[in-house]
């Protein structure tokens, strides 16, 4: 178990016996109580309840790239090595004024990190959901009902067919939108790093700080702007009609009956 997993673990599991012992009257409450703060004492887990040190990096949630899929991970490992790299910029600098600005922006970087692996994770979902789909095949089996149907007609696996494949052709769009931004605003969070080394070694001007921190603020907004584009997309009703079914049980779209 890692050291960022114990406060998370100290935390819950100690809560949820406080929370229980609330509830229950009577003398015997003060002495379990008591046996509880001395075991914390004496195992030394009161120490890993400290919370992290401003500017340490330590994203609000835990990140691992491994639960997806390229380019969604190698993203995702991006933007944790630049928290990292950020965080180790604020552990050079003397305590201070310039210390304490500094980890105040490496803290809203790794929120922006947080804010990067979510939209990373949505990206995943929708890689997850074309795949199913399986855009390729449906394309060739709407050419073949389309080459057979008789002229002026529509039947209802040809229209059940053609919306398949243009709700595929729809997160298609989505995906590489959502990639597209993710890397470049990967590359913006990389040049906040060398922006607070500029700060740091006095090579930079006095409004600096504030150019980083409108910076961050920047990225901030356009993932902010990237989710709410996607959440669109995902909840727009032309994304799956309602008269078709997608995920039959050879995946071929069935004609529903309105």
């Known amino acids: 178990m890692t050291d960022r997993a114990l406060p998370a673990v100290a935390l819950a599991g100690g809560g949820t016996a406080l929370g229980a012992l609330v509830g229950i009257p009577g003398g015997p409450m003060g002495v379990v109580v008591g ?13 890993a309840l400290r919370l992290p040190r401003r500017g340490s990096g330590v994203t609000a949630q835990r990140i691992d790239p491994f639960t997806v899929g390229e380019p969604w991970r ?4 991006d933007a944790l090595r630049s928290a990292k790299q950020f965080a180790e910029v604020v552990a050079g600098v003397p305590d201070g004024p310039v210390r304490d600005r500094l980890a105040s922006l490496g803290d809203r970087a790794a929120t922006t990190v947080d804010e990067m692996w979510n939209a990373a ?15 390729e095949v449906a394309r060739r089996r709407l050419a073949t009902s389309e080459a057979s149907r008789t002229e002026g007609s529509d039947d209802p696996t040809t229209a059940a067919l053609r919306s398949k494949v243009e709700a595929a052709d729809r997160i298609d769009a989505a995906i590489e939108k959502t990639r597209t931004r993710l ?7 990389e040049e906040t790093v060398v922006r607070g080394i500029e700060l740091v070694s ?25 989710r709410q584009a996607i959440d669109e997309t995902s909840t727009a009703p032309s994304t799956r009609p309602a008269s078709v079914r997608l995920d039959s049980d050879d995946g071929t779209p069935q004609a529903q009956q309105q």
């Open 121 to 135: 994770r949505t990206g995943n979902d929708l890689s997850k959901a074309y795949r199913k789909l399986d855009p």
């Open 183 to 189: 890397v470049t605003l990967q590359v913006r969070l």
């Open 35 to 47: 046996a509880i703060l001395g075991l914390l004492i004496g195992t030394g887990v009161a120490a």
């Open 202 to 226: 006095g090579g930079a001007g006095a409004d600096a700080f504030d150019e980083l921190d409108s910076q961050i603020t920047s990225i901030s907004d356009e993932l902010e702007a990237l």
């Open 74 to 77: 190698r993203i995702a490992q």
